[in-house]
């Protein structure tokens, strides 16, 4: 396990959607444990394969130590509850920057393991606000197109003069 150097807004990495995983084999456990260690160096509670430049459908998500680790493969979401709600969401390729984002409360989703079995569950609060906000990084849409322009160019300043 290696922690590999992560992407940085505005790289164009960022926005690049990615493959789907085909080959279910020793370098895709390797690249989840990669995420893992990068993620929890990083620090966050969700990761994707595209954070760190390699544009396939993989991505690790940790809440807690005690919630376990959950990696997921080739995810989609298949229905999303009309009814929404706010939470802070920021990214470990923008370290501090963060902002109320507006999202589905409950989710239901399908992806893979690590040995390519098809699973289907439901999330709800915080578990389903990250797993949209790291299935859209997978799909090349930055956490920040979930913003209002106003939102997103004042946050986008405060990046910049953080980072001078």
Partial sequence: MTIQPLLKFPHPGLRTACA?????????????????ETMRAAPGVGITAAHIGV????TVIELSRDDGIRTYVN????WSSPETMQHIEGSVSMPGATENVTRPKSIRFRY?????????EDA???LA???????????????LQR????????????????KA
């Fill in 20 to 36: 789907p995983v085909s080959s279910f084999d020793d370098d895709l456990r390797l690249l989840a444990d990669d995420l893992l």
């Fill in 55 to 58: 544009h396939r459908r993989v």
């Fill in 75 to 78: 995810p989609e979401i298949t």
């Fill in 112 to 120: 893979q393991d690590l040995s390519g079995v098809l699973h289907e």
């Fill in 124 to 126: 709800e609060g915080f």
């Fill in 129 to 143: 606000i990250c797993i949209q906000h790291e299935i859209d990084q997978l799909d090349g849409i930055f956490w």
């Fill in 147 to 162: 913003l209002s322009k106003l939102k997103r160019d004042r946050l986008v300043r405060k990046w910049e003069k953080m």
